[in-house]
């Protein structure tokens, strides 16, 4: 393959990689106007974003196994044609419920983005140049993160909500026609092999039921939702133990440390940090007192930081051992939340500033070599699968990260409105949660850590941890 045709790969690649999050991050800051547009309340609301979460969590390993058996540049294309319809119906929406709709249809196509567009970029670069992709990608997806509030602010306060859906269409088809023309075709890795129904069902109760139950707490029904997810789970690995062609290998768990652990630092990695974001928000305006803009610019320092950094550390795992730095870049997120954990109804804003850019630097250290680790240590016929695995551990921990957040909200403010809330209460609050998520981040150090070599292996034999 030819230099020309990797950069092509690498550009319509980083295109889905940045239209996923972009479109997740740009709609909640017209979130507002959509509930006065629409006439929909705070509930209906949150379902404008949960329903997005949820469908492209549910669908990332269905539909990463099913680009192994079909194709990644078919699954791709047909999920940029879904992503431009979806656009269209939430962009003419005219009540609440099929805006939610629309959000459905869009995040079951940002799944078949988010579970195709590593893959191809890891089938065209080879284990010597792959994190240096891989880093590149990593900062397209902290672009979309990074301008989607921003731009969304614009555009919904210059042209009204809709402009935000509106936006979609033309990026959408211009990364549809770029992935037509550019990616190459590539044969389907288990091409010929049934796909797996009975776990399909397992997998989709264990994951609705654990994600949902824990978006629901600290509401006893959530508690219900998540045995049922657990129940699900032990179904599903009894399932997939026997099946000739399961969706979860969940031997690749069992025998591949590398993989295994290196999810396992993922998962950890995002329940530790994804709550910042929102909590800061809540923070700066609730309790410094700066206006919405101001307040979303002051956020967009751990996002851009990310945008920088990852490049940088893809290209290092390439060279340096990737557990090394992923663990690196975990240690110094201990180090963030610590920081923020020291914040107080007096803290000066600079405080927080500092707390980002310290967080946006270690996740930006580990994202592309913990990527980088995943799927060189499987083989190229799985790296759908894999890919979307790791998409999902980091959807699940988004999730379960909120659902702490939730939980020490609940029980130290209660159900009372936020703009009524003692400052130095939530400040509290916040403390608390940051330290329960530097914990959460310290155990993924050891699991980083012990995942193992991978350079070491690679140059005993190509393709490491079968």
């Known amino acids: 393959m030819t230099r020309a045709n990797k950069q092509a790969i690498l550009l319509v690649t980083c295109g889905a990689a940045f239209l996923f999050p972009f479109m997740g991050s740009s709609v909640n800051v017209a979130l507002p106007k959509i509930g006065e ?24 390993v269905p539909m990463g196994r099913l680009a192994d058996m079909r194709g990644r540049k078919r699954v791709l294309i047909t999920g940029v ?19 939610i709709l629309a959000r459905i249809v ?7 983005f988010a579970s195709t567009s590593v893959p191809i970029l890891s089938s065209a ?7 240096k992709a891989l880093g590149i990608n990593a900062a397209s997806v902290y672009s979309g993160l990074s301008l989607g509030p921003a731009l969304g602010g614009v555009l919904t306060q210059a042209f009204g909500w809709r402009a935000v859906f509106y936006v979609n269409i033309p990026l959408g088809l211009i990364l549809f026609f770029a992935a037509k023309h550019f990616l190459p075709h590539q044969a389907p890795s288990s ?25 629901l707490l600290p509401e006893h ?72 803009r101001t307040a979303g610019f002051v956020l967009i320092a751990m996002p851009a930081i990310q945008a920088l950094v990852s490049p940088l550390a893809g290209r290092l795992s390439d060279r340096v051992e990737p557990r090394f730095l992923a663990s690196l870049g975990m240690g110094l997120t201990v180090a963030a939340l610590l920081v923020l954990s020291r914040l107080s109804a007096e803290s000066p804003v600079v405080h927080v500033i500092v707390g980002l850019l ?18 060189t240590s499987v083989s190229s016929g799985t790296f759908g699968l894999a890919a979307a695995t790791l998409s999902t551990m980091r959807q699940m921990g988004m999730v379960f990260s909120m659902g702490i957040a939730t939980l020490v909200l609940g029980a130290m403010i209660g159900q009372v409105d936020l703009g009524l809330t003692d400052p130095n209460q939530l400040a509290r609050a916040m403390r608390l949660i940051f330290l329960i998520c530097s914990v959460a981040c310290s155990v993924g150090v050891v699991a980083s850590l012990a995942r ?15």
Do not use: C
């Open 106 to 112: 869009q995040g079951s196509s940002g799944a078949m």
């Open 81 to 99: 044609a879904i992503y431009i319809v979806g656009s269209l119906i939430a962009a003419f929406a005219w009540t609440g419920p099929v805006l």
């Open 125 to 131: 670069f080879g284990p010597g140049e792959r994190g």
């Open 37 to 60: 547009g629409l006439s929909m309340n705070a509930i209906e609301l949150t379902w404008v974003a949960t329903a997005f979460l949820l469908t492209s969590a549910l669908l990332l």
């Open 358 to 375: 310290v967080l946006g630097l270690g996740v930006g250290l580990f994202s592309s070599p913990n990527t980088n680790a995943v799927m």
């Open 452 to 466: 193992g070599q991978l350079h070491t292996t690679q140059s005993t034999q190509r393709e490491p941890h079968r």
């Open 191 to 215: 091409a010929g092999v049934k796909f797996d129904l009975k776990g399909l069902g397992a997998y989709s109760v264990f994951l609705l039921g654990v994600m949902y139950g824990v978006s």
């Open 221 to 292: 029904v959530g508690y219900v939702f998540i045995a049922a997810g657990l129940v699900a789970l032990g179904v599903l690995i009894q399932v997939e133990r026997v099946s000739p062609a399961p969706l979860v290998d969940v031997r690749l768990f069992r025998r591949n440390v590398t993989f295994a652990l290196s999810n396992v630092a993922a998962l950890l990695n995002y329940m530790a940090t994804y709550a910042a974001g929102f909590l800061l928000s809540l923070y700066l305006q609730l309790v410094a007192g700066l206006p919405p």
